[in-house]
């Protein structure tokens, strides 16, 4: 064990207040996240589950993190294997191993922990005496099978459900007596929430798509339902609850246990470590048709107010600045309340980004007060055609507009979040996108002189990578050297503008992003074999013969059946067609919550409904009956 590692571990936990180490557990859980401590530290999805663990009292659950480029070279000037932060145990001395995977780009660091841990890569190879590996984390319900074969078990679904479930079902094998064979049935038999893929036959055709997931035991389900922590109201009965004015039903659904993940451990040197962050809702309305977010997270939920304020007033002794993350901020049906209640209790307020339309005056006023210079927006593109192709239902002209306002209030430097190689995009789309920031810029300009300053519009232009569960997921990439090309047009043409600073992502990476993201499990021996070349996919890609273009620039077929719907992410295959041929002719959607009769994606029904307390269940009823 390396003296120099560790002191690098103490020194960290010197700097942190709130992290837990209990000695003596019955059961030890090793909290990994895929990436560099600063950057898991910034998850509050990594925060909450190491919450729940440690909550449990018979559980103590330390974290993990890979190694920084200094810490790496120690390790393997030591040759030690890789070590938690709390306490520097040993990785594979833990009896659960749970890796929150929130991007698929992580895959690959996935596989190099454990390389470094020295526990046997893939699952097959374990045996009793190593600890069982489980894979949670938004990946873990987007497209688990690139890492599938490296996992004991995969929990589908959201961490504040299934993190407690598991811990059940391993005490009651553990006194039970059972084995990790019959430990990994029980949690197959379970039905929603657990996928263990040992415990499926995948066969292919002559084409190499897959013909079916064969099930090996009795019990173990065609398909894994994901869990969802949907205990709490849906954003648009909430809405239309105190739109009515129905008091009665407004107190029963806020009163409903909900999530609230926020910051647990004070991390300053973690991103936005000098903040407060907490979530105040999950998932989007307005049905973006390239984002997973937004349909991996349906139906949208929102934390009441009450209690994104009752945690914001516990933290305000530690600092004076806080993140609201959420997808849809405006969106929240009590945002006045919880803007107003920030405010009082004198805190800065940031977002991590913001949807064009709901970027309101309350909410700009409250950013200006608490001294942001910049707002992060997402046009996407500069085309009103290609905008209805994905599904963001605004004009250029409104989006200037939007901008115009932002300017007004003193806040005069902008990042645009852009896309190229959007399905039927074409050169007269990339000229509109130049355009529309030459206008933006332009409006900048002409606010900035009231405030005798100039500020800065900073676009970044990222590769459309196309997503499972979202409509565009039969879609290819566009190839390699064209979507070079577009990106290279648009970032010396954007550049030609004065106040514009352009970033770029590389062709390159949105191409290894799709690889990873639509993938099956032969892709896994990709990822292990980039394990033994430092990370060199091109050297992986020979060695193992795999053709990516099988995976990212293929079409897909409609009679398909995707690598990922082994996972029932409980959209129904009717409403995501009718999605993409919408697409086709740049037709448009309704968002979720704001249309009376439902556009029947097959969330509710399957998978949040069921779940949902009587209340809700007889508000939906009743809206039902009156539409």
Not at 100 to 111: H, K, L
Not at 188 to 193: D, Q, T
Request: hydrophobic share 40%; charged share 30%; aromatic share 8%.
């Amino acid at each position: 064990m390396s003296k120099r590692i560790v002191e690098s571990y103490r020194r960290k936990l010197a700097t942190e207040e709130g992290w837990r180490l209990k000695r003596g557990a019955r059961l030890r859980v090793a909290l990994c996240y895929p990436n560099v401590y600063r950057v898991g530290m910034a998850n509050l999805g990594f925060q909450s589950v190491y919450e729940i663990f440690n909550n449990i009292p018979e559980v103590s659950c330390e974290r993990v993190f890979l190694p920084d480029d200094e810490e790496l070279r120690e390790y393997e000037k030591s040759g030690g294997p890789l070590l938690s932060l709390e306490s520097q145990t040993p990785l594979r001395d833990f009896d659960l191993v749970a890796f929150s995977v929130s991007f698929e780009t992580d895959y690959y660091n996935v596989a190099r922990m454990l390389r470094f841990a020295r526990v046997p890569l893939w699952s097959r190879e374990r045996t009793h005496h190593d600890p069982l590996v489980l894979m949670g984390g938004a990946a873990s319900f987007l497209n688990p099978e690139p890492i599938a074969d490296f996992t004991d078990v995969i929990a589908v679904g959201e961490g504040e459900v299934l993190a407690p479930k598991v811990i059940d079902l391993l005490f009651e094998n553990s006194d039970e007596g059972g084995t990790k064979e019959e430990l990994l049935l029980k949690l197959a038999r379970v039905g929603r929430g657990f996928y263990v893929p040992s415990l499926y036959e995948v066969t292919y055709k002559p084409d190499g798509t897959i013909e079916a997931y064969a099930p090996k035991a009795e019990g173990v389900p065609a398909r894994v339902g994901r869990t969802l922590a949907a205990e709490n109201p849906k954003e648009g009965s909430l809405r239309r609850a105190m739109r009515r004015g129905d008091a009665e039903v407004v107190e029963r659904l806020k009163s409903s246990e909900v999530f609230a993940p926020s910051t647990v451990i004070w991390a300053p040197e973690a991103e936005m470590g000098e903040r407060f962050l907490i979530e105040i809702s999950r998932g989007c309305s307005q049905g973006c048709r390239f984002c997973w977010a937004g349909f991996n997270y349906w139906p949208p939920r929102v934390v009441p107010a009450r209690d994104v304020l009752q945690k914001a007033a516990a933290w305000r002794a530690k600092t004076d600045k806080i993140g609201l993350v959420s997808t849809a901020v405006c969106d929240h049906p009590e945002i006045s309340e919880i803007l107003s209640g920030l405010r009082e209790m004198d805190y800065k307020i940031s977002v991590s980004s913001l949807r064009l339309d709901q970027i309101e005056d309350e909410l700009l006023d409250a950013l200006v007060a608490s001294g942001d210079q910049q707002i992060a927006v997402a046009p996407e593109t500069g085309s009103d055609r290609l905008r209805k192709v994905i599904n963001k239902n605004l004009t250029n002209d409104e989006i200037v507009d939007i901008c115009g306002a932002v300017f007004d209030r003193g806040m005069l430097t902008v990042k645009l979040y852009l896309m190229a190689g959007l399905p039927t995009e074409t050169d007269e789309d990339l000229e509109e996108m130049v355009v529309l920031v030459e206008r933006i810029k332009d409006r900048m300009l002409e606010a900035g002189k009231r405030f005798g300053r100039a500020g800065k519009i900073i676009p970044a232009l990222n590769g459309f990578v196309p997503k499972p569960n979202t409509p565009f997921q039969w879609e290819p990439i566009c190839e390699e050297r064209e979507l070079k090309r577009r990106l290279k047009w648009l970032s010396k043409n954007l550049a030609r503008i004065p106040n514009v600073e352009v970033r770029v992502m590389s062709a390159r990476i949105a191409h290894e992003q799709a690889l990873f993201s639509s993938g099956d499990r032969h892709t896994a021996r990709v990822i292990e074999a980039m394990t033994r070349h430092r990370g060199d996919l091109s050297a992986a890609l020979r060695e193992t013969s795999i053709d990516p273009d099988f995976y990212t620039r293929r079409a897909r077929d409609y009679s398909e059946f995707l690598p990922w719907e082994i996972v029932d992410a409980g959209l129904s295959r009717d409403f995501m067609e009718q999605e993409h041929t919408r697409a086709q002719i740049a037709r448009s959607t309704a968002p979720c919550p704001s249309v009376d009769t439902c556009t029947r994606c097959g969330v509710c029904p399957t998978t949040w409904l069921a779940d949902a307390p009587a209340a809700l269940v007889q508000l939906q009823g009743r809206a039902a009956a009156a539409a």
